[in-house]
């Protein structure tokens, strides 16, 4: 099985900080590609956990995740746009 999910990363006082927003997932790293890394192994972390308990395919599914039965994969929701706001409180 394959997971296909899209990952943010961005820079936070001396650390990078990467994220899985369909997934909920994130970690951090003193470079852009360790943080990356690490995200990749906190998702796999995730997925064994999610599988041994049962409910990897229902937490996909709420995310809005599809699984594409022939291939055996499940594709995360197609990001539309990624956008900065500015609000004054």
């Given at each position: 099985m394959?997971?296909n999910?899209?990952?943010?990363?961005?820079?936070?006082?001396?650390?990078?900080?990467?994220?899985?927003?369909?997934?909920?997932?994130?970690?951090?790293?003193?470079?852009?590609?360790?943080?990356?890394k690490?995200?990749?192994e906190?998702?796999?972390?995730?997925?064994?956990v999610?599988?041994?308990?049962?409910?990897?395919?229902?937490?996909?599914?709420?995310?809005g995740?599809?699984?594409?039965?022939?291939?055996?994969?499940?594709?995360?929701?197609?990001?539309?746009?990624?956008?900065?706001?500015?609000?004054?409180?």
């Open positions: 394959q997971i999910f899209i990952g943010q990363t961005w820079k936070e006082g001396n650390a990078y900080v990467s994220y899985a927003p369909q997934l909920d997932v994130s970690t951090c790293g003193k470079t852009q590609e360790e943080a990356r690490n995200l990749i906190a998702v796999e972390g995730f997925i064994e999610t599988q041994k308990m049962g409910t990897l395919q229902d937490i996909l599914k709420e995310a995740f599809i699984k594409q039965v022939k291939k055996q994969y499940w594709v995360a929701p197609e990001l539309i746009a990624l956008e900065r706001f500015s609000l004054a409180i």
